[in-house]
């Protein structure tokens, strides 16, 4: 018998977890995870990028839980000797259309106080960035870049070697839960588990793991993957750190850029393409299941009649390199073919209301014994400590722990 099970052994699980038994010492702590890994899925396969908190809209459940997570993460990163490097950013403008939303990101990150950061012209914008051009940019130097398998591996190694009676399982995929009076058990791939209180923090299968547990939600999750392209030899003498474009208000994502690596090399991307499977980190990946579910749930066709012409062009940069490039080439003009090769690709988990609208705030429920995190997109891995926090608060609350 545990006293709280967790799912999902993402950065956001696991600083659930430890955050949990930082609250309550002498708790039992279970954390499950289906893969064979820790942060298999949206935590092994994001940009790496620690966020500094400017785009959020200030008052936001997001843009609080970025700016502390943030402050959090990057002392525990150095805390625990955790590969990261607080290298800044430059967010850049093209052409005049994209100033009015330029001085609205930026007043956004004021409001959320995040520090240092500051509007520069064309000529800043090469002195940080030689090969990028711009009209104007901001500065933005507490953003970073962090190993985020780095830090769910060390919270679970904390987690276990802090509070032994706590455990974390891998390949322990969670089939059905049982209600009893008191409690629950989680049946899983691994034998069954008993705890008096369900957490789930399941990414991409939040949705699904809420609803075996009784608790179904109003939206759905359907997955975007990312493509990513790398920076051949001669390309990344190109980049320096980190090159954002001034985001598109009207799309819901923040457009392709350029981000150095912890351990090396320099990614360009990502698109953002409607997936067949939920975890199909190849363009020629499917499931009938997840497409069906997809396209049963009138919340994704009305987001497609919305965004039909922004779906196409990301459908383009997946399968042209040359559409890619150009749409690279905004912020860094010279780059060439020879440039850019071939990289990995990660899976978005968007949270779609039924009107079709993409939920952008964290969203967190809790009814009777458990508590769901239903929507954590980006930033939540930088904000994952902070989340945690949010949620040990929650589950003391609702669960009356002592």
């Known amino acids: 018998m545990y006293d709280v099970i967790v799912v999902g052994g993402g950065c956001v699980g696991l600083a659930t977890a430890y955050k949990l038994n930082l609250r309550y010492p002498n708790k039992k702590v279970l954390v499950l995870e289906k893969e064979d890994r820790l942060s298999a899925h949206q935590t092994g396969r994001n940009s790496g990028v620690i966020h500094s908190g400017i785009y959020y809209k200030p008052g936001s459940f997001k843009a609080k839980n970025c700016v502390d997570g943030r402050r959090e993460l990057v002392a525990f990163a150095r805390e625990n000797k955790v590969a990261h490097d607080i290298c800044g950013k430059i967010i850049v403008a093209t052409q005049q259309s994209e100033l009015a939303h330029m001085n609205k990101v930026f007043n956004n990150g004021q409001a959320n106080g995040v520090e240092g950061i500051e509007l520069i012209d064309a000529a800043k914008i090469k002195e940080i960035e030689p090969h990028a051009q711009g009209i104007a940019g901001i500065w933005v130097p507490c953003t970073g870049i962090i190993d985020f398998v780095g830090v769910t591996n060390k919270l679970a190694e904390l987690l276990t070697q802090k509070f032994p009676q706590s455990k974390v399982l891998t390949g322990a995929a969670v089939t059905a839960f ?178 079709g609208q993409m939920i952008d705030d964290f969203k967190i429920e809790g009814k009777n014994n458990a508590i769901h995190v239903l929507n954590a997109p980006s930033p939540a891995a930088t904000a994952c400590l902070a989340i945690g926090e949010s949620v040990a608060e929650m589950a003391q609350q609702r669960f009356l722990l002592d």
Not at 210 to 233: C, H, M, Q, T, W
Not at 249 to 272: D, K, S, W, Y
Not at 326 to 336: S, V
């Open 178 to 355: 049982e209600k009893k009076q008191e409690s629950t058990t989680v049946i899983t791939s691994k034998g069954n588990y008993e705890a008096r209180y369900i957490i789930t923090c399941a990414g991409l299968q939040s949705d699904r793991i809420a609803k075996k547990e009784g608790n179904p939600s109003d939206s759905a999750i359907v997955g975007f993957r990312g493509d990513y392209y790398e920076l051949s030899e001669q390309g990344m003498s190109k980049v320096r750190n980190l090159i954002y474009p001034v985001p598109n208000p009207q799309f819901p994502f923040l457009g392709v850029h350029f981000t150095r690596m912890i351990h090396g090399g320099v990614e360009c991307g990502p698109n953002a393409v409607f997936v067949f499977k939920r975890e199909g980190y190849h363009k020629t990946d499917f499931s009938l299941i997840d497409t069906a579910e997809a396209f049963r749930f009138g919340g994704t066709w009305k987001f497609f009649a919305k965004h039909w012409r922004f779906g196409l062009d990301e459908y383009r940069g997946a399968f042209s390199k040359a559409y890619f490039l150009r749409r690279l080439q905004k912020l860094i003009p010279h780059l060439t073919m020879a440039d850019i090769v071939p990289g990995r690709a990660g899976v978005r988990a968007m949270a779609l209301s039924p009107q």
